[in-house]
Nanobody, 122 residues
Framework: QVQLVESGGGLVQAGGFLRLSCTASGRTFSNYAMGWFRQAPGKEREFLARISRNGANTYYADSVKGRFTISRDNAKNTAYLQMNSLKPEDTAVYYC???????????????WGQGTQVTVSS
């Protein structure tokens, strides 16, 4: 089992920034690809970004490319999502997820955090 805990959410004005953290425990963190997702009220969960086990490869959804950056520190068992130029439409609950496969597909991650709320005011 892998336990994931997100932190860093909160209220920010449009144009501002936040950095989310996802701290893992239970298994060897570097054995898992990590992903970030979000879900706004009344909407489906949305993929945002993915990072490989060693951090060398990243992939982003078009909706956040150029504004959000995914990274990880395997020594700290933590993945990050740096979010810049935030917009009101970025308001959602943000989730991190972990999967042992080389390239997880879609939402098929084995482990999920409980989520952290991000609210962007206009």
């Amino acid at each position: 089992q892998v336990q994931l805990v997100e932190s860093g959410g909160g209220l920010v004005q449009a144009g501002g920034f936040l950095r989310l953290s996802c701290t893992a425990s239970g298994r060897t963190f570097s054995n898992y690809a990590m992903g970030w997702f979000r879900q706004a009220p009344g909407k489906e969960r949305e993929f945002l970004a993915r990072i490989s086990r060693n951090g060398a490869n990243t992939y982003y959804a078009d909706s956040v490319k150029g504004r959000f950056t995914i990274s990880r520190d395997n020594a700290k068992n933590t993945a990050y999502l740096q979010m810049n130029s935030l917009k009101p439409e970025d308001t959602a609950v943000y989730y991190c997820a972990a999967d042992p496969r080389l390239i997880p597909i879609g939402y098929s991650y084995d482990y999920w955090g409980q989520g952290t709320q991000v609210t962007v005011s206009s």
